[in-house]
């Protein structure tokens, strides 16, 4: 994969809600610290909640879950219920809400974990293993009482569908150049790399798409051999992801058959000078192997790979029906309804 790093820091400035969402290294030094009851889960490692949202699952249903799992480890419980609690508290203040508001929501959160913790204690395992939050239950406790709000609602889920669809995704993305097509640039988010910056487009990225093919489920490799590299473009993305290289890259099976990957780099989690090393040498496979997991569904294309330059890669699918919160304008009521249900998601 390319040397460039496409960086985006002016969000980071916005506000404490906006640090706070890239500074999970600084998080995870403070939660070193705290104390720790000794049990370990596959933690998120970045529990913030606008890091929860809605996407599709591969039989096309639309469920909530954790959505953001770059930095998943195992480590103490604890550290990703402190995350995002904290993050709650944050949107409080981010939304000027009375100090009183701020803690209620912060303890509506913890005590949803805790009662969603005994519910599942009394559950078979296959029955949690296959529990969802699909995004009706949302959309009807975040909307509540109000028609207007459920169907506002109704119409940003209908929106992220129709964007999600091939059609949409290739016409905003994607044009013609003569026979073959390539992906649009768009800097300074979307633009292509140089023959310097990219060497390997000359041979398709043969090796590192052929580790990404082994990390795959069989079933999933016979789909996948079906389409074949086209281009592949330098793609900036969020606060997350800041320093990091990420990529889309456009696949053809046939003219009018496409799939676009997103392909991001992959560091070691914030978490590990705490938590201990992963045992996955690839941190790309660390992020794959925690993601499904954690996730009640994973993206069907979910694999990774490593770049020529010795990098580690995970991929996915770009833009398959995903979600996320809007919180300006939340009132104290919305908030605790959100975080209630990420706290539910994420004790799962």
């Known amino acids: 994969m390319p040397e460039l790093v496409p960086i985006r820091f002016g969000r980071m400035l916005q506000s404490a ?28 490692g970045d529990a913030h909640l606008l890091n929860f949202g809605g996407f599709a699952t591969p039989e096309r249903q639309v469920v909530f879950d954790v959505n953001d799992l ?62 969802t939050i699909p995004l009706e239950r949302v959309q009807a406790e975040m909307g509540g009482s109000s ?10 889920i209908e929106k992220a ?21 390539k992906i649009k640039d768009n ?47 330098a793609k900036v993305v969020g606060v997350g992801s800041v320093g990091t290289l990420c990529a889309v890259g456009l696949f053809m099976a046939a003219d009018n058959d496409p799939l676009f990957l997103q392909v991001k780099e992959a560091r070691a989690s914030v978490l590990e000078p705490y938590a201990g090393q992963s045992l996955h040498a690839n941190h790309g496979q660390r992020v794959v192997a925690g993601q499904r997991l954690m996730q009640a569904a994973s993206d069907m294309f ?23 919160a809007i919180v300006e304008g939340w009132d104290v009521d919305r908030l605790i309804i959100y975080s209630r249900l990420c706290a539910r998601a994420m004790q799962r």
């Open 161 to 181: 569908r129709q964007q999600s669809t091939v059609e949409s995704v290739f016409l905003k993305l994607a044009e013609h150049h003569g026979a073959l097509p």
């Open 187 to 233: 800097p300074p988010l979307v633009f292509h790399f140089s023959e310097e910056q990219a060497p390997a487009m000359r041979t398709q990225y043969r090796e590192a798409l052929a580790t990404y093919r082994e990390s795959l489920p069989e079933h999933v490799r016979v789909l996948f051999d079906r389409f074949h590299l086209c281009d592949l473009a």
């Open 70 to 131: 770059d930095e998943t480890l195992p480590a103490p419980w604890e550290w990703d219920l402190k995350r995002l609690t904290t993050s709650i508290v944050i949107a409080a203040q981010y939304l000027r809400l009375h100090e009183n508001e701020a803690a209620r929501a912060a303890t509506a959160t913890v005590r949803a974990y805790r009662e969603r913790m005994i519910e599942y204690s009394s559950m078979r395992s296959l029955d949690v293993w296959y529990d």
């Open 302 to 324: 979910l694999g990774w790979t490593t770049g020529e330059n010795g990098r580690h890669f995970y991929i996915r699918q770009l833009r398959d029906v995903k979600i996320s």
């Open 17 to 44: 809600f906006t640090f706070y969402r890239g500074s999970a290294a600084i998080m995870a030094a403070d939660l070193a610290s705290t104390p720790s009851s000794g049990l370990r889960v596959q933690a998120c």
């Open 147 to 156: 028609d207007k709000l459920r169907k506002l609602i109704a119409r940003r």
